[in-house]
């Protein structure tokens, strides 16, 4: 079988199946201008394949859209999709059953949150922005059932 290093920072997630992991924090009600919104598929050019977050895209509001992950892409066989969330990258791993996208949309809202405290659609601290997207920050979403060999 074959296996593809990538080497990311990244905060883990675990999601277990005995249900939804809580993460507190502020709002995120649909008025919120940090709500999730609709899924869609997109597709970007980048050394990250379609995950990846350019300069100016790390300062825009998130839009919270799925991004599948296609065939081809750097992280094909290792994650599954991924929502671009300011300068960070937030995805599911294809370890196991699936992590719907209702929990990926929250750990990613839970994201924004941090980086944008106040929810007025702008990033609080720019350069701890741009050091996440310099660094390449992850937050990994794992189900608990599934085999880790992803990050060994």
Known sequence: ?????????????????????????????????TAPTATTTTTTT????????????????PTFDVITIPAGDPFTGAATKCIRVFGVMVMAVD???????????????????????????IVDDSPVNNSML???ATVVLINGDGDLNFFM
Do not use: Q
């Open 1 to 33: 079988m074959f296996c593809r290093r990538i080497v990311l920072p990244c905060l883990l997630l675990v999601v277990g199946a005995m249900g939804a992991v809580s993460c507190g924090g502020g709002g995120g009600g649909s008025a919120s201008p």
């Open 46 to 61: 980048s050394s990250l394949g379609v995950c990846g977050i350019s300069t100016a895209a790390a300062s825009v509001t």
């Open 95 to 121: 370890s196991g059953p699936e992590i719907t996208d209702a929990k990926l949309k929250h750990a990613a809202t839970i994201t924004a949150e941090w980086l944008d405290n106040n929810e007025d659609g």
């Open 134 to 136: 310099e660094r390449t």
